[in-house]
């Protein structure tokens, strides 16, 4: 999938070469869930039927982070975002800074210089649901309205709710990861970096990868057995395996007496029979099942014989001999 960041980018490489006609989608995308994959899966339809390149345009960061002053906890880094665009089929991505500049654009002036004049749209796939430009005016009626072609892609419902980032937002919170990946269309990933911990996990016989997580949503404080895949690890075939694993989301407060580690959670991995060095490496983490709440204990002791009991849990549920 190509990739093309900012309008300076898109206008430049319109005017070396001849842009083929597009099909268009834009919005956040945030997850890439039910929803947006249903209006990405028809603008692959439309661009096969006019033999047009499928494109997103898309943000770097939340249009409300400039709007309100706060942005919703994402669900999906941009790379993670980009990643499932391209699985979904979608040729070409335009990343936007959304901005002052690209906030005062009328919908129309946007459409006509940015997206017909440069990306050569040739129709839209919207969702229902979609505004965009000056004042949010760039609905799919607008844009019927100055004799664009538009497909409005309605909403996917899942147990009498329409399927939004929002509602999915709301179930990881709740720790309720079967709604939220019935929503997704997949399990519930966060994806982060393993960075280094205080090591108490190791001193203990239970060594931890903490991860520094690319986006801001994560599932409630506790202890859950998760999945966790490293794709700097792929085999031959480009496919990495998964590594069962516990994980501990919370302030670390081990033992009585001791400090809280942080005001901010931290996300510490406990793997099943690996013992490598994965400092620095990319992971994604798939949450399973729910184990327990976080613990503060009497004792190291205590604090061992907790995770010995949630790692022989946590295996059960995994299938992990």
Known sequence: MRITSGL?????????????????????????????????????RRAGEMDAVPTVVTFSGHPKELLLGRGPRTLTSLDHRLDLFAQAGIEHTL????????????????????????????????????????????TPERLESIGLDVEVVGAVRQGGRAVSSTAIREAVSLGDFDSAARMLGRPVVVHGRVVHGNGLGARIGFPTANLDLDHELTPPIG???????????????GIAAPL????????????????????????????FDFDKDIYGERAALEFVCY?????RFASVDELKLAIAADVKRAAALLGHS
Do not use: C, M, W
């Not at 184990?291 to 613990?295: A, D, F, S, T, V």
């Open 244 to 271: 069962d694993g516990v994980t501990n989301i919370g302030h670390r407060p081990t033992v009585a007496g001791e400090p809280l580690a942080t005001d901010v959670p931290i996300i510490e991995v406990h793997l």
């Open 95 to 138: 990343v936007l800074d959304f901005n002052d500049g690209l906030r005062s654009k009328s919908a129309e002036e946007f459409v006509r210089e940015d997206l017909v004049g440069a990306l050569a749209a040739k129709a839209f796939v919207l969702g229902f649901d979609s505004k965009f430009g000056r004042d949010r005016e760039g």
């Open 8 to 44: 300076a980018s898109l206008h430049q490489l319109a005017a070396e070469t001849a842009n083929k006609p597009s099909v268009i989608s834009i919005g956040v995308f945030d997850g890439v869930h039910l929803g947006h994959r249903a209006i990405l899966a028809s603008n692959l």
């Open 291 to 295: 184990l327990r709440g976080e613990q």
């Open 223 to 237: 202890v859950y057995a998760t999945r966790i895949t490293l794709p700097d690890r792929a085999g031959k075939d």
